[in-house]
């Protein structure tokens, strides 16, 4: 019963899941924080595409894909973090994309 219980959570899928949602979620608090700290008469759009912010954002984001790849690694869950490590390289492949054309 336990082996079940371990290998539900040992998805690929769940993997690719969990890191394409969580730098998202990490570039919409940073650009939260980011809103509330700008001055009055700067737009967040304006912000964002000026000076290759977007890029940066989403780099940082994306180091938040270290975690769960860690945690799954160390709890034996390979097809998980296998899943996380290809959305970190699609994640990585799209601010590169973003750092040449801004």
Do not use: C, Q
């Amino acid at each position: 019963m336990e082996i079940k219980r371990a290998l539900r959570w040992n998805k690929t899928s769940l993997g690719v899941i969990v890191g394409t949602l969580l730098p998202i979620l990490v570039a919409g608090i940073i650009l939260l924080v980011v809103s509330l700290r700008l001055a009055e008469n700067v737009h967040l759009l304006t912000y964002i595409t000026e000076d290759g912010v977007l890029p940066r954002i989403l780099s940082l984001a994306t180091l938040s894909n270290l975690v769960p790849f860690l945690l799954s690694v160390y709890t034996d869950r390979y097809l998980s973090g296998r899943g996380i490590l290809g959305a970190t390289i699609v994640w990585a492949i799209v601010t590169v994309a973003l750092r040449l054309l801004l």
